[in-house]
């Protein structure tokens, strides 16, 4: 099989740093065009860890040039900012990777949370970029809306749960992150000062990814509980998520049979950590059940860990073109550690 | 009013050292007695922070010299080891603040979670040393329990809402605590390529405090779902506490209203961080409520948060010997965080 | 003896927030002034970590109202705006320790690395702020030029050494610093995920720090080469430094002897590291001698720590005020380090 | 061509983990042969990352068998214990990269720094693995010692200012190393506690790397004054290397026509970092040039940065084995940084 021309609009910021990263060495995707919102300068310019690796031209996004030199495109944009360029795109027949929220949520929701919609259509037709939910819909898709880094890591701690939860009772997720998923932009919250021996929660019961999760578990908005924090690492999210089950089962068990086929969850009979997902697309999840039997139902914690930059984002990402244009899942996707 | 001799026995571990580093300077305590096991040593050897600051020598910890020079001892020992002390220094007339687990729990409770305890008739009479519940009994205590780091942080921040919480609900403390709480003791967890960069749950649901932390707020160990988190930072502990609550109140002016005479205890208006309480014996607390109507009740996220050696250990030990001596309760006590 | 009014013009900064923690429990300072550029706020505004302990209000930097409540006063501002309120502060009789860089050098070299120097006549009266240097002289200063955080370190390691070293020889300077040094502003250097894990030298061989050591030890410009780098660490400074000497000494006996009565340089057998000294005016230094036999000379390396913002900034500012006032030297001067 | 089979032997510590990460993926080698000193385990149990990855058995180190199943293999073993592997490895026809110090050094140099040698013969025709040194004797050798971790990042900064360099003048290298360097090993200097927000020199013109440096430059060891110091990093390495030079040139045009056709340095005009190079075979090297003019010459501030693991240890031990084995130099070697 030939090589299939990708185009990265937005490699300035980390998801495109990894985007690029990944595409440079895959085996199938041909990095054909490159863009950021100024253009007129280079890969290295950008980012000096490619030196003597590559060293493309980053041009002014342009969606007539992106979208003869390409087959798919990966949009690492703000929000707002993504739609008016994968409205043009899929009109002209390009496959859209997007990796900002515009696509993830209904018209009603995403408005509530975010901004007003200016492409309900492509909206109607997107598909959630999680394999584990949509593996099937994702190999026909056009447009796939790449789930938020919160979400991921909260949905597939959850989701082998939902049958065993009790209806109605508080999904309390309490999540760690790394600064990488502040983005690039200078802020009090990313000076190192501020964090470095620090830790704090942030927009407590309040985080846009809140409705995300609750919209893709099927579950009201007002059971998902929802509080992130921000730790002094770069990169990695662990997602300490406590729900209310009925029944007697053993979790440990459940969890594995539910992930037994999947490449890119792995299910650990330890406490899981940041550092073993680093720089990879896995997602690490471990759960424990106590012995507690309350009126509502036992409690289960669950740990669930992945890269934020990349299981969050950008190896996610590359995972859904991989499907999108009938390549194996994993080809191309790291699988080997930032340890130690 | 003249000085008040007072001992510190287990000088080498950071709890210990961090005792030396107030009485040094308490206007009141001299410190006239400090020893460990082996003795035979100086302060400045132990801890090379203290040249030119305070050189006292070194003893083996020996029960009798330690009763003829001092009023008042702290022991920072292990478990277990500290009531073999104890006994024989109440004994003698001398006070004692302990901080160990030895003195904490009622003694089912304690064997059940440490090891026999072989002295039930001090235990029977020692004071848990939170002043926010037991100030009048502290000030005639002679053997005064000092809580531990994570149940300090937990406590103060479940301790307002106790009364609005939906009983037989989970009480969900989710914890944060810096490496320092491990001790100096070398193992795999404080290797530093471990934790670094890195962040993992311990002990889930099976840690020791959560008994303490349940007996103390006077609910069944069963309903407190406590999972402590090891983190990349040297001193900090943030508590995030999940819990059910009804009726229609304010809980942040709830929370003003149950501190407004708190020395040692913050109410802010912002989510809470570890740096502004490092150094300190302040515990900071914030709470939010959610909009949620569940069938049980909302949900309120409070965040709490201390430096653990000093609130979570020596600083809370001295105002609970300042208090069992009839001083000032935050005599000497240290309020200077160690920001930025 | 009563006590004597200070105020602090700059309290927004990381080393205003050090001269307040400082001077809130002096025993003879009292803070009756403190103001920033804009004023109309408070100190725990600026500064949470104050709250419960300082709540002063923070004016408009007025030097009138400044000179009708202090008799001293500390800058903590830019150079440049510093000058512009020394002149009429010590032109109202006030005794002045400026922060800044402005009343360090000679005007002829202040001029080629920082700005125009509009404050000659006070400039050519101004003490430099070393006590191992110019205590005499500190004593009946008006104006204090507080010396820059890595010309003290560097300084207090080759003092000692100076009439050993062999004329004409490089002195090599290689600095590591903390973060906190770089300031509250934000840049792309103190983004922490540009900070964290990484490492690198900044302005190598062009600092302006450099002719500060050098005009202070009183060689040539040209035989300072100074490489200061950026560490993953908040607070704390470490001058590796190297120089040749010649004659047959004992150099750890040398410094041992010069350093024998200094209240704020430590000696050590042991490489020293930048915790013992964190939160103090303390200095440590370590000299070790090579076996190396060159013509010009044997090596010496000295390693010299301090905490940048202590005795690199605002504790050592405390220090000369209390020798201009006539007051103990280590009056209300921090020596408990922030250790462990 | 087909694969080639080569084993590793020490795949429990860092540098064993990385040279796995590495093989596992390697486009020609097949990792056929696994071992450590105990054996009976497999590669996930020794590093959890590796699940879903590799997991291959890891059996207790036998010549025999690592002879019949491999063409080359990579020790990972601590100096002394390496020897034992080489010399009936070498008998056996196989191939090694040895990892360890003990064939770096002439062996009277060997045996004044670490121990007697046993395996003279071996040692007198063993190649230092440093390319940019010994690439046409690395192409025909059978044993090959991969340097050290100091001295490749110094020597690669040196090297190409050799004939500049004034002679009989000292050349200083204050290094700046990441805890991995350190090793598994528990140890005071290895606990988080210790390290984190600290800095500290260690081994100071002592360390042993100094003469492995000397003799590489073909200096005297007494010329070589080095002084390591370990950074709260978990990977990473800056040389800060300073020379004296005579002769009028421009230092960055010298050091980039020196690197010109070297496929893992490169030259910056910007000062060097250690987050650039992470993770990959590169070292990335810095030159400043200092405007003074004293008697001996100018001064060179040389900057180099390698992954002390890669770069440092394993990435370079690939090369090697590429080198050996008639491959491209870069095959398979990680060329994309852990950046952000």
Redesign the interface.
Known sequence: MSVINVGVIGASG?TG?ELL?IL??HPKFNLSYVANTEGGTTLVSL???L???CDLDVKKADVEECATSCALVFLALPHQSAMAYVKPLIAKGIKVVDLSADYRLPQDIYEKFYCPHTDAQNLAKAVYGLPELFRKELKSASLVANPGCFPTSAILGVLPFMEKRVK???I?I?A?TG??GAG?K???T?????????????N??MHRHAPEIAQKLGVDF??V?F?P?L??????M?S?I?I?VEGDFDAHELLEAYYKDA?HV?V?K???????????N?CDI?V?????????GN?L?I?S?IDN?MRGASSAAVVNANLMMGLDEDLGIP??????
Chains 1, 2, 3, 4 share one sequence.
Do not use: C, W
Not at 288 to 296: D, G, I, T
């Open positions: 980390y740093l990263k440079i060495h980012h000096p860890s030196a003597k690796v109605n009772t508080p309390i309490d760690k600064v990488s690039k200078l802020s009090e990313t000076h190192f000062v501020n964090v470095n021996e620090n830790l704090f929660a942030y407590p019961l007002e059971e509980h509080v924090h730790v002094p690492i770069t990169r990695g662990l300490s406590y209310q490449k792995r650990s330890n406490p899981v950590d940041m550092k073993n997902v680093a720089g990879t896995f471990y424990k059940q106590s012995k507690a039997s309350l009126e509502k409690i914690f740990s860990a930059l699988n080997i550690a930032y340890v130690p």
